[in-house]
């Protein structure tokens, strides 16, 4: 069955760009029936979403975040990443990559999520 | 952007009672972007319902969801051990936003 893994640093420093990528493996990122998303959660607060893409490059993004993020995705490598720019000390949180039902429209299939925090 | 707002914040319970959540939204939406999902401590969410009433893969029929418009709900038929967690519902007619979320603990 599909499972996804997101990768990257553990620590940012304030300003820097945040960058994570999300694996994908036991199915193609490049189906037809899924898009591909992020979703964050601080530290004792709930799921924020922040946006998601097609396997074609087509994206979505939260309204909120849109002017600091860009998703990508790289279907030689069945990966997609999230890059967030300018980050503060609220951008600290666990980093979770998700496959989205495309007919369905949920999130079916989760990573287990990757904790970025933001400090100095 | 839709609002979720999901009540009770807290839900205290005994394992074989009946859960009842809701999820109320800031105004309409097609049930067919209503889902819910579960979380327990330091697991990722796990999606339970989905089109407002269909259970996703693998999740038991003590699981229901039921609503339309603006009010939604999740019930848990009997508690079982298990199912102490934390619920949100999430929407997709707006963008996409989650509830704040609903957390049954055990009394």
């Known amino acids: 069955q599909v499972q996804l893994q997101e990768s990257g640093p553990g620590l940012v420093k304030p300003s820097q760009t945040l960058s994570l990528t999300c694996t994908v493996s036991g199915g193609s990122i490049s189906s037809g029936d899924y898009y591909w998303s992020w979703i964050r959660q601080p530290p004792g607060k709930g799921l924020e979403w922040i946006g998601y893409i097609y396997y074609t490059g087509s994206t979505y993004y939260n309204p909120s975040l849109k002017s600091r993020v860009t998703i990508s995705v790289d279907t030689s490598k069945n990966q997609f990443s999230l890059k967030l720019s300018s980050v503060t000390a609220a951008d600290t949180a666990v980093y979770y990559c998700?496959?989205?039902?495309?007919?369905?429209?949920?999130?079916?299939?989760w990573g287990k999520g990757t904790t970025v925090t933001v400090s100095s | 952007e839709i609002v979720l707002t999901q009540s009770p914040g807290t839900l205290s319970l005994s394992p074989g009672e009946r859960a009842t959540l809701s999820c109320r939204a800031s105004?309409?939406?097609?049930?067919?972007?209503l889902a819910w999902y579960e979380q327990k401590p330091g697991q990722a969410p796990r999606p339970l319902i989905y089109?407002?009433?269909s259970r996703a893969t693998g999740i038991p029929d003590r699981f229901s969801g039921s609503g339309s418009g603006t009010d939604f709900t999740l019930t848990i038929s009997r508690l079982e051990p298990e199912d102490f967690a934390v619920y949100y519902c999430?929407?997709?007619?707006?963008?996409?936003?989650f509830g704040g979320g609903t957390k049954v603990e055990i009394k």
């Open positions: 999430q929407q997709y007619g707006s963008s996409l936003t």
């Open positions: 105004q309409s939406l097609s049930s067919s972007y």
């Open positions: 998700a496959r989205r039902e495309g007919g369905s429209y949920y999130e079916g299939v």
């Open positions: 089109g407002a009433s």
